[in-house]
């Protein structure tokens, strides 16, 4: 009898070590695929501020085996929103403790430094089944060629791969590549500062402690609408840390005329002038915390017009790199880590051929087609819908601009356009969404079928449309 002759891991090469680029690393070696990661920093000052992973995210790394409690999560009991001059309730707060209950996991807050740490370990760790990947620190990507599966490091090396995923974040050099088209960041017209304050130094400060003193964890955020100014602040790292973000509308430097600076540095240093000024009539103790830490970082928001496609010949856009998102509804990373699962599914039974120089197999560019079916016109949605809405005067012909934008794209079931933030349909709609079952149905489904053939069944999961929405707030 013939021996069968074992089948072949796929070469695959990824750009990127951040979220998105090690949430594939570990899907693709779970499936058994061999993982070269190109990362152009060296990691030895790991800045950051903390991140958020709703239930949507976090079923999947529970399932890759991510541990919560050891990384620092802390679960997201509830959100208040009180006015920024007087402190009292602009809105009754929202009560997050069914949040297990109805979408099957926790929403925790990680410190972003300890949660990337995490997924290297489990991208690396020799321990765990299948080969680990390997990180290439210093190696940074300047050029591609889809077709062939090649990219080009800054020192001139070549690598050629049966497949490459682009996860190098929204500034990306080489989206266009895949694309065909230049598809620009844009200004949000939105600056964000931010900072991490010790909770120890917040709580035995007779000032900022009554805002914090027995309450559970999770989103507090002050907000004077009339000035466009909404602080956002809540807890990572065991509770030991306060992650505080202040976003505003566009601000000028000194040297600005007719538009506004753009700061592209998550680390660009704001003045305390810069902050006071931002924080001009909120009530006294909310400037006392937020002055509490003289590091301030400030960053220019920026946005980004659905992309047309997302493969080409052997690569693949993931991650920010395909879709940047705003902060709006916590999807960014969640999404990141949904286009990895995506991939899981889809890549399970794809082989390689043993040789990287050949053409992209037929399989292998059909379940690439697929995942873009799959997957592109859902955060396309999504990167419309962090887009806020401010209520007034044009609240519901704003929202019926943003839903034709979107049915541009998205042709299955959307929350209503007038639902806000953190509401029923809202929660449903990115909460309730399991893109391992989705990427499952497609397979079954097959290539022949659209992502639009499975809205009936998307309603089915989520009755998104019936869900009852809550009144709009007096003010965003």
């Not at 949605?381 to 839903?403: C, D, H, N, R, S």
Request: proline share 8%; net charge negative; with cysteine.
């Amino acid at each position: 009898m013939l021996e069968t002759q074992p089948q072949k891991s796929l070469q695959i090469g990824i750009v990127g070590a951040g979220v998105a680029g090690l949430s594939a690393a570990i899907a693709l070696r779970r499936i058994g695929h061999e993982c070269e990661v190109f990362e152009r920093s060296l990691f030895r000052n790991e800045n950051g501020a903390a991140v958020s992973i709703p239930p949507n995210g976090g079923r999947i790394l529970k399932r890759w085996g991510f541990d919560s409690i050891k990384t620092g999560g802390i679960e997201i009991k509830q959100v208040r929103r009180p006015k920024g001059d007087t402190l009292e309730p602009m809105a009754p707060t929202i009560d997050f403790s069914d949040i297990p209950a109805r979408y099957g996991n926790e929403w925790y807050f990680y410190h972003r430094v300890d949660m990337h740490r995490q997924l290297r370990v489990m991208a690396e760790d020799p321990s765990l089944e299948n080969k680990a990947s390997t990180i290439r620190l210093g190696s940074q990507v300047m050029d591609l060629d889809p077709e062939a599966g090649t990219i080009t490091l800054k020192d001139g090396t070549t690598v050629q791969k049966d497949l490459i995923v682009v996860a190098d974040g929204q500034h990306d050099r080489l989206s266009e590549k895949i694309t065909g088209v230049y598809t620009p960041m844009q200004r949000s017209g939105q600056t964000a500062f931010r900072c991490l304050i010790p909770m120890k130094d917040i709580l035995t400060d007779p000032v900022c402690a009554p805002l914090f003193k027995d309450e559970a964890p999770g989103f507090w955020a002050p907000v004077l609408p009339a000035r466009g100014v909404m602080c956002v602040t809540y807890p990572c790292r065991n509770n030991e840390i306060l992650n505080c973000l202040i976003v505003a509308r566009k601000m000028k430097s000194a040297d600005a005329t007719d538009e506004e600076q753009t700061i592209e540095d998550w680390n660009f240093p704001a003045t305390p002038e810069m902050l006071a000024d931002v924080l001009e009539g909120f009530h006294p103790n909310v400037k006392a915390l937020m002055m509490k830490e003289p590091n301030i970082k400030m960053y220019t928001q920026m946005k980004r017009d659905p992309l047309p496609k997302m493969s080409k010949g052997k690569a693949v856009l993931i991650g920010d790199a395909c879709h940047p998102m705003l902060l709006t509804h916590a999807q960014g990373v969640s999404s990141s880590i949904e286009d990895a699962a995506a991939l899981e599914v889809l890549l399970k039974d794809v082989h390689g051929t043993g040789d990287v120089t050949s053409q992209a197999s037929a399989k292998l560019t059909e379940r690439l087609g697929m995942l873009e079916k799959l997957r592109l016109p859902r955060v396309s949605a999504t990167q419309i819908l962090t887009e806020p809405i401010v209520p007034g005067p044009m609240f519901i012909e704003m929202g019926k601009k943003a839903e034709a934008r979107i049915r541009k794209y998205y042709q299955g079931p959307l929350p209503p356009m007038t639902a806000v933030p953190h509401s029923v349909p809202i929660c449903d709609f990115f909460f309730g969404y399991d893109v391992t079952k989705d990427a499952e149905e497609m397979l079954t489904l097959g290539s022949s079928k659209q992502v639009g053939d499975l809205a009936e069944v998307l309603k089915e999961v989520v009755n998104i449309s019936q869900a009852e929405v809550p009144p709009s707030p007096e003010s965003a």
